[in-house]
């Protein structure tokens, strides 16, 4: 591995703790580079600024969510169980990696996104066509179900996780996401 890449290898690592460990929306380039062992100025030999990091934080995030849902979908022969399977998968890993989760789909006020952010992105929108067995529909299923989890994590629909904790998250969850799928019948 060369050094640029152990050093991007690095900041990845720390950025995905400082987010589990401080609200994503506060982690700063510096508290990357702490958690890093670098300094600030350290890590803008490998990212020119802290959200084209979160954009390759997002290729790595969207790679491993599409990893989970192929795993789950493939025992599936039924297009509307793979897709139930595929949202609680989805669900899943976002609760079990909610900081790394939170800054790879964080939105940086006035900024756009890396296109190999939003490629990652396309590919699961892609996904989601495929496992329903209807590729046009792909973005409006993926944003479906991005959407209700993001609200489900951030306590916004509240399936108990107020007086349980968000341990409850994924499988109280489910009957949303299942619902969300079962309304798209024909």
């Known amino acids: 591995m060369s050094k640029l890449d152990e050093g991007r290898t690095r900041l990845l690592a720390a950025a995905r703790r400082a987010a589990t460990e401080t ?5 700063s380039l510096r508290d990357i580079a702490k958690a890093a062992g670098l300094s600030p100025a350290a890590c803008y030999r490998y990212f020119p600024s802290r959200e084209r990091l979160a954009d390759a934080l997002a290729v790595e995030v969207c790679a491993e969510i599409e990893h989970a849902v192929r795993q789950v979908v493939e025992r599936e022969p039924d297009p ?3 897709l139930a399977a ?3 998968a989805y669900l899943q890993y976002a609760a079990a990696n909610r900081g790394a989760f939170d800054l790879a789909f964080e939105r940086g006020e006035g900024d756009w996104v890396a296109a190999e952010r939003s490629g990652a992105a396309l590919s699961l929108s892609h996904l989601f066509g495929e496992i329903a067995g209807r590729p ?7 944003g479906g179900v991005h959407g209700l989890v993001d609200l489900l994590l951030k306590g916004l629909i509240d399936v108990g996780q107020r007086d349980h904790g968000m341990s409850v998250v994924p499988s109280r969850g489910e009957m949303l996401l299942r619902g969300l799928v079962e309304s798209l019948k024909n």
């Open 23 to 27: 609200a994503a929306a506060r982690v």
């Open 80 to 82: 509307r169980e793979r």
């Open 86 to 88: 595929a949202a609680h």
């Open 136 to 142: 046009g529909m792909g973005p409006a299923l993926w």
